[in-house]
């Protein structure tokens, strides 16, 4: 057990809504990165918050955005939702650093139909 | 750039088997992070090892073991006398220098141990 947990467990979306996905992180983490996972492959860098600013983002259009909260808790909002977008959301949690050990949670699965 | 490269995408042995799963990384960094993560079926990445750049030492935990090698830009992990629970996908990551905000993944080595 990680302490890491994310909700919903799975979802089903049509093409064009929007999407929020949340996140708790393990208590005194102040950094929370979120990854899509593709079947089959391996994680892509969504982007990291460290104290509730953002730290770096990786290569998804802005339709993927996020906040974090005071509280360890996170949020991944995604808008105008594609097929590809069907994937493992998976969010990790980290004390300080960007490049302390990242905690994952069990994921959330979107189907985007 | 920064890459990892799991050259593996699938290994099938028999339970008691020892097997290895090879992880090459690419950086041009002097400091660096190398992590090995274990993803079984029910999908949560579990963490297994953490390893910087400056510290060369094997690693043994039980029936895991990992070299880092330095010269070779390697990072291999062993799995002595395997088991059918460590049946997984196995990926390795690496995180510092540019990206240091993000770990950068190899694509994963999917283990299948047979009974």
């Not at chain 1, 302490?3 to 979802?11: D, E, K």
């Amino acid at each position: 057990e990680t302490g890491v947990t994310q909700s919903p467990t799975h979802l089903i979306k049509t093409r064009g809504q929007q999407v929020t996905l949340r996140c708790s992180s393990q208590s005194g983490h102040n950094t929370v990165s979120w990854y899509q996972q593709a079947l089959g492959q391996g994680p892509q860098f969504i982007f990291q918050y460290y104290r509730e600013e953002e730290n770096g983002r990786g290569n998804f259009p802005p339709r993927f955005s996020g906040l974090q909260f005071p509280n360890y808790s996170s949020e991944l909002n995604v808008n105008a939702l594609e097929l590809d977008d069907s994937a493992l959301y998976l969010c990790a949690s980290s004390l300080e650093l960007p490049t302390d050990t990242q905690y994952f949670g069990p994921g959330t699965r979107l189907t985007v139909l | 750039a920064q890459k990892v490269t799991q050259a593996q995408t699938e290994i099938s042995v028999v339970e008691k088997e020892d097997v290895t799963l090879d992880c090459v990384y690419e950086t041009r960094d002097t400091t660096y992070y190398l992590f090995w993560y274990k993803q079984p079926p029910s999908g949560e990445l579990v963490f297994l090892i953490r390893r910087n750049s400056f510290d060369e030492q094997n690693e043994i935990s039980g029936r895991y073991s990992w070299n880092f090698q330095k010269s070779t830009s390697s990072f291999n992990f062993t799995i002595t006398a395997s088991q059918v629970v460590d049946s997984a996908v196995y990926f390795c990551a690496l995180s510092g220098g540019d990206s240091n905000y993000q770990l950068i993944w190899g694509a994963g080595t999917k283990l299948i141990i047979k009974p």
